[in-house]
């Protein structure tokens, strides 16, 4: 019995694959142009990115029917929201939070007809103020209650 596991009537493992006895196929293959790469007009892209933007649209179903990669129309929407962003910018108008400000505790908050509790707890302290509240003698109590602990 011969050592390689092919059976001995199995005559295609012996057979020379050329006519001149040869094991190796030699074959070249020139490929020329882009194939099935295209290119992307910029207004192509923006309204293919707009239309997976619209409400209720699916990125996955909108590069199916341009029959496009869907981490393709990802990647054009990073950056058509990146030139987004850096159009704000250019603008003067930088994204962030808005600092806000308290100022006055004067006056007393609407009388409504239900009865709101209001419970603050600062540390060990816990405040519980019930019904209509003035402001001015909220604001001095959470003054205090902020100086006790330090």
């Not at 293959?29 to 910029?42: C, D, F, K, N, V």
């Not at 609407?110 to 103020?129: D, K, L, N, S, Y």
Request: charged residues 25%; hydrophobic residues 40%; aromatic residues 4%.
């Amino acid at each position: 019995m011969s050592k390689d596991s092919c059976k001995d009537g199995d005559k295609d493992r012996h057979t020379a694959i050329l006519e001149d006895g040869s094991n190796t196929l030699q074959r070249i293959e020139i490929i020329t142009g882009t194939g099935r790469r295209r290119r992307w007009s910029t207004d192509a892209k923006a309204a293919i990115v707009a239309e997976s933007f619209a409400p209720g649209a699916s990125a996955s179903g909108v590069a199916r029917r341009y029959d496009i990669s869907p981490g393709l129309l990802f990647l054009w929407r990073r950056q058509a929201t990146r030139a987004k962003v850096a159009a704000r910018r250019d603008g003067g108008v930088a994204p962030g939070f808005v600092p806000v400000t308290i100022t006055g505790c004067g006056g007393k908050l609407p009388v409504c007809e239900e009865q709101g509790a209001i419970e603050i707890e600062v540390g060990a302290v816990r405040i519980r103020v019930v019904g209509t509240v003035d402001r001015r003698a909220l604001c001095e109590v959470l003054a205090a209650v902020g100086t006790v602990g330090r």
